[in-house]
């Protein structure tokens, strides 16, 4: 079973910084792309930012400069840091795999839970 899981979301001032975290698990061999995605309430979810496995990065142009995206393939983990945060950066954060090599096969489209950011003004 494949799992991405999300950490360190959480509650932060404008002008502050969070640093989000998303785990691989399972029997995997390979991950191609890795993005991070997010959702406001009433909104429709979009692209933040995405890393291939040549660490290639692409992001929004309402995060560029602010945010960066990276990943650790040894560990099958990504990373998005961001700063300099504003209150419409407030949503849920998810973490997606746009396919995972396994023993079985490939895995498709791959999203972890999500994690809260919340930044007050």
């Known amino acids: 079973q494949v799992q991405l899981v999300e950490s360190g979301g959480g509650l932060v001032q404008a002008g502050g910084s969070l640093r989000l975290s998303c785990g691989a698990s399972?029997?995997?061999?390979?991950?191609?792309?890795m993005s991070w995605y997010r959702q406001a309430p009433g909104k429709q979810r979009e692209l933040v930012a995405g890393v291939s496995s040549d660490g290639t990065t692409s992001y929004a142009d309402s995060v560029k400069g602010r945010f960066t995206i990276s990943r650790d393939n040894l560990k099958n983990t990504v990373f998005l840091q961001m700063n300099s945060l504003i209150p419409g950066d407030t949503a849920v954060y998810y973490c997606?795999?746009?396919?995972?090599?396994?023993?079985?096969?490939?895995?498709?489209?791959?999203w972890g839970q999500g994690t809260q950011v919340t930044v007050s003004s």
């Open positions: 997606n795999a746009d396919w995972i090599r396994t023993l079985s096969g490939r895995r498709y489209d791959v």
């Open positions: 399972g029997n995997i061999f390979g991950i191609n792309v």
